[in-house]
């Protein structure tokens, strides 16, 4: 088959007049629907919506943990891949002479900035603790949790979670689009990307399901950041002071926030971010950012000079090369849950003749990934409690692989299915700042510059934490202290309490502004995907929906389910846009695939090249195959 | 008294420039001045043009459509910015020097109270060009 030039063109109708000048009606209409469908539910039958999600979470990550594990390795394999082949490694992102738009330094903030993102303020305490004490490690036994020798083990698992996998996941993403983009001009639209598979018809149906995807997952994944973000603000905001409404009591003894500080926070940060958003694309982000950056680093260098410093510098080390090493064992570890009679099998005879009431007590206690031998054997049923030491153990051992299940489902597979949702927002921004680079200058600019930014803060905040918990007599007040709340606890326990109040005041500042400027971003991705990828349109009226239907969506999921309802729904939103990621890898493989035999046979591969062939030979004689 | 004068123009929005651009093209017949039509773009491929390459062609166009139908001389300048909402201003402010313009004539709205937190770009341009300008509204 004589090779052709590539797809150049890709219409996209949008309305020429009325309420939606600009948009792509069919895709901006169907993503109101759907996600207008969701707070509907959530707020109308917030009783029902909430158990509905609740109850499938667990069934959905075990169902799709094959699948995110996979694509994610893909991800990584595919990006890797591209940048080491010399072939594709020196593709430039732009045509034969264009020049990168940016100069490196601006680049690579760029890149810096979009590594310290507000899951920075949550996790950097948050997942080194929790892992220091439960990781798969501990619950094969191999080492004991909160103890020193797990520290090595926490940075394993925090680093995995924030590493290459998942920069990997937004790279393919702005790889893909800026490939097409800039070689092809296309449009800078999540479609464009699917060309090489799809070709024409992405002008049509299968385009609009593609960005209405690619809509709905950013809402979901945005909506999961700001339901952190508001809990931690909520946690903040009780820590300065403002006041007991922001929690109520729950029926357990516990407490949770209550639906007036939810409301508060969603009203602060939703306006402020629509109210930067209506502003135009640069000008309340421009400012925002700034601000970002600069309390970010104020708060690292605090933690470099008055936290546990050479702590934290000998995990960022060891924890790194404990990271690499650990890829090619880890990258496509799945377990499965071990089923009942599976379980009751491989139990010792002492254990197989209780009754079966008591052995599905045993079996339900054995499998939760969150206990640990001891509490297993003091909540053992008053028949079970004759058992052997030795009995005992090997009962909680054959369940091994259903905790470790349990723990890759919470914790792995639902970053993976977070960073996929991510994906479509972080990728058009880094193809956007990514004009007229290498492939694989993208790649490791892409991958590596933002992950070791992650890894400096887990190991420099979080291994403060850990350091003044194992050896520093924090005695459990950091760890102790909720998800939301281990940062200002932190805080609070290494200094006085007015400097405490100082850096938790600034803390707030910093959680608002990186909460502002993610949600107003993510509104005018949202519009530019809706609008074909065009920047271009001011559109106010679709700027204050997508800003109010955040808030609903977080504030509706939060009061039905809590966090974990918003977690569901992010799950499932991710799982049709893992598929056109997918996709997207196998579209660029093809392409750069091809546009190589092209540049061989000296056929026009870019339309730059197509413009000068043009120029050469009769126009009807060039036809474009997708 | 005027020769050269720069009219910023948005491809994108002609319709709404009509007054603007009679404005300009009388006050070019009438001082004998060359009218310099600005655009300002992303290096991005956009619902105006494909590449920085294709918008240059297109002010060209435009300027010599213009200059044409108005009888006056004309001239296409097409910038690129990274953000052009942001950098907008600063943008048609360096234009100004660049193109020797002595006068700017640009469209604007009508201000209203939202200019009190989003300045109009004609009225950021007339308060810190060093030339004269003039905002059609």
Known sequence: ?626 | MFNRIMVPVDLAHVDKLERALRCASDLAQHYSATLVYVGVAAATPGSVAHTPQEFAQKMADFAAEQGRARGVAAEGLALTSHDPTTDLDPTLLKAIEETGADLVVMASHVPNLTDYIWPSNGGTVAKRASVSAMVVR
């Not at chain 1, 996979?70 to 080491?84: D, K, Q, R, S, W």
């Not at chain 1, 790889?175 to 060309?195: E, G």
């Not at chain 1, 491989?346 to 939760?368: I, K, N």
Request: charged letters at 10%.
């Open chain 1, 1 to 626: 088959m004589a090779l052709k030039p590539p797809l150049m063109e890709l219409p996209i109708k949008t309305a020429d007049d009325g309420f939606y000048k600009g948009f792509a009606k069919l895709v901006t209409i169907t993503g109101k629907l759907l996600v207008g469908a969701l707070i509907l539910w959530a707020v109308a039958f917030p009783e029902q919506s909430g158990a509905v999600l609740s109850g499938i979470n667990s069934v959905i990550l075990a169902t799709f943990n094959y699948w995110y594990i996979v694509v994610m390795a893909f991800f990584v394999a595919v990006c890797l891949i591209l940048a080491v082949l010399p072939a594709s490694g020196r593709l430039k992102l732009g045509h034969h002479e264009d020049k990168p738009e940016f100069s490196n330094f601006s680049w690579f903030s760029m890149m810096f900035g979009a590594g310290i993102g507000i899951g920075m303020l949550t996790f950097a305490t948050a997942e080194p603790l929790y892992h220091w004490g439960s990781n798969p490690s501990t619950i094969q036994g191999l080492t004991a949790g909160s103890s020193a020798e797990n520290v090595r083990e926490a940075y394993v698992w925090s680093f995995t979670h924030w590493g290459l996998a998942a920069w990997a996941a937004y790279a393919i993403v702005g790889l893909s689009l800026a490939y097409f983009s800039y070689r092809r001009d296309l449009p800078l639209t999540i479609r464009s990307a699917l060309v090489p598979i799809f070709g024409r018809s992405l002008s049509g149906t299968t385009g609009h399901v593609v960005d209405v995807v690619a809509v709905v997952a950013t809402v979901l994944g945005v909506s999961q950041t700001l339901g952190f973000g508001v809990e931690q603000f909520v946690s903040g905001l009780s820590r300065i002071g403002f006041g007991d409404w922001l929690y109520t009591a729950t029926e357990d003894g516990g407490q949770k926030m209550s639906t007036m500080a939810i409301v508060t926070a969603l009203v602060v940060i939703m306006g402020a971010s629509t109210l930067s958003a209506l502003s135009g694309v640069g000008k309340g982000i421009k400012w925002l950012s700034n601000i970002n950056m600069g309390l970010s680093f104020f708060i690292l260098a605090f933690f470099l000079v008055f936290g546990s410093t050479f702590f934290g510098l000998q995990a960022l080390v060891l924890g790194i090369w404990d990271y690499i090493i650990s890829i090619p064992g880890n990258i496509l570890t799945v377990w499965s849950p071990v089923p009942m009679d599976a379980f009751m099998a491989s139990v010792p005879a002492a254990a197989q003749a209780l009754s079966p009431e008591d052995l599905a007590t045993v079996y339900g206690s054995a499998t939760s990934p969150w206990g640990s031998l001891q509490s297993f054997t003091e909540g053992l049923p008053a028949a079970a409690a004759s058992l052997s030491e030795a009995d005992i153990a090997a009962t909680y051992a054959a369940a091994t692989d259903s905790r470790l299940s349990g723990w890759q489902g919470a914790w792995s597979i639902f970053y993976w299915a977070w960073w996929i949702a991510f994906a479509p927002f972080v990728g058009v921004f880094l193809a956007r700042i990514s004009k007229g680079r290498t492939v694989r200058e993208y790649v490791l600019g892409a991958i590596v510059i933002p992950a070791f930014m992650c890894f400096v803060w887990f190991a420099i905040v979080g291994g403060t934490a850990i350091d003044l918990e194992l050896n520093g007599g924090a005695d459990g007040a950091i760890v102790g202290a909720g998800q939301s709340d281990q940062l200002f606890a932190m805080l609070a326990f290494m200094l006085s309490e007015n400097l405490a109040w100082i850096m938790s005041v600034i803390v707030v500042i910093l959680l608002l502004t990186y909460l502002v400027t993610s949600a107003d971003s993510a509104v005018l991705i949202i519009n530019t995907i809706n609008a074909a990828g065009d920047e271009g349109p001011k559109a106010r009226p679709h700027i204050l929906f997508w800003g109010a239907a955040l808030a609903l969506v977080v504030g509706g999921l939060i009061v039905a389910g809590g966090l974990s309802a918003i977690q569901t729904a992010m799950v499932i939103g991710a799982l049709p846009f893992s598929v056109v990621m997918v996709l997207m890898g196998i579209s660029v493989l093809k392409a750069i695939w091809r546009d190589s035999r092209r540049e061989k046979a000296g056929v026009p591969a870019t339309s730059a090249h197509l413009a000068a062939s043009r120029a050469s030979i009769p126009t009807d004689q060039v036809v474009a195959e997708p």
